[in-house]
């Protein structure tokens, strides 16, 4: 009897661990109604936005306050997420979702870990991240110009499976880059250490770069600016291609042509060799470099330059927030553009696409391949809408209609002391 009291006392903890793992499992905050909900708050659980909800594109604003401590934050099918404060765990993205990311984070990094699957958008221009991986033909764009870690700052960076990442600011200590990836990088980026590898092609117009670059496995990388400051590394059938003039190796002129390995086995086992120069954008090359197994580098000259035109849609109301700026402008090889929101109050217009040939027309910001003349615009659109910058909601607005009458009036006495926070329900 005592052994079967036993094996009855054994099964009903069993049975209770096993209830509360389930309960855990599938216990978590959704939202899924097509509307924006301002998050400004802790949050001690799992949130799913538009799980299985195709269209309904709901929209969370994550303020200062708000946190994801230990759990997950998912972003399905088509769903929004501004983060302009606040902290995430972990942060992960699917079904052509967005996320913005602006805010500071002055402590501690605004998000830990950050997954983007599955031809999802992300634009950053703040905040800090530690591991950052990209998927699936997904598409980040970076930019802003970052003074300290407090401002911006990604530990981590890896775009895989056909991803593309446009740098044209921010600092970033790793960045990778491998099967069959693009990353274009230029402006005022800072990065530590670059890797491209698998099929993957990289183009360099500008930024600083303070550790070293490696090439390898077919992939290609692209050097026509910037300020490349570490040693220059190529294997595996890699090509790394130098745009500029007046080169010379170990002090020897050389004239446009190809470098190779010496002794014809891994990087690792090749002599450091001196290569400076002039790059085409006229900053200065002066790299230690290792050319290992069937790799190159080439030495060519500057791309032809050619006009590129950039106009505003509508043009009548002094927008003047694109990159280069509004007229005409010579370029040659691949440009990145940009296009940012226009407020001068009551004007308030948000870029929507651009017309011309450029690589990405839904991205704000983007790259032109300067191989003839060009001419693009970038179209905006008339976002003024009650509470935005210059429409702010007045004090004892409850329902957000930019008026205060004895609707607010009611809806504050039916919700005196009423706790609306997720984990209240």
Known sequence: MRNVRMTIWVMVVALAVLCLGSSRAIAWIQFNDGQTHNIDYPIND??????????????????????????????????????????????LTYDNSYVGLSGRSITEYSIHSFQVNNNSQVNISGGSMRFFHIYNDSQINISGKYIDWSEGFIQQLYAHNNSYVNISGGYIDILDASDSSQ?????????SRLSAKNNSYV???????????YTRNSSQVDISGGSMEGELRAEDNAILT???????????????SELTSIL?????????RHLTGLLASGDLLDNYFRIGDDAKIALAPPPPTFTLTIDVDPNDVGIDTTTPSVGTHNYGGWVTISAERFVNCPDVYEFDHWGGDVTDPNSSSTT?????????????????????????YPAGDINKNCIVDFTDFALFCQSWLECTKPECD
């Open 264 to 272: 014809g086995g891994g990087y690792q086992d090749e002599p450091h």
């Open 46 to 91: 799992d949130v799913w936005v538009d799980w299985e909800s195709p269209g309904m594109e709901t929209t969370l604003i994550w303020l200062e306050g708000a946190s994801v401590s230990s759990y997950h934050l998912k972003m399905f099918e088509d769903s929004h997420i501004n983060i302009l404060g606040g902290s995430i765990s972990s942060l």
């Open 242 to 256: 130098i745009h500029g003039s007046d080169f010379a190796v170990d002090g020897q002129v050389f004239g446009y």
């Open 203 to 213: 183009n360099i117009s500008g930024g600083l770069m303070d550790s070293w670059l």
């Open 183 to 191: 990353l274009d990088i230029s402006g005022e980026s800072h990065y």
């Open 368 to 392: 032109v391949n300067m191989n003839q003349d060009k001419s693009v615009t970038a179209v905006f659109v008339d976002d003024r809408q009650c509470g935005d910058e210059c429409h702010p």
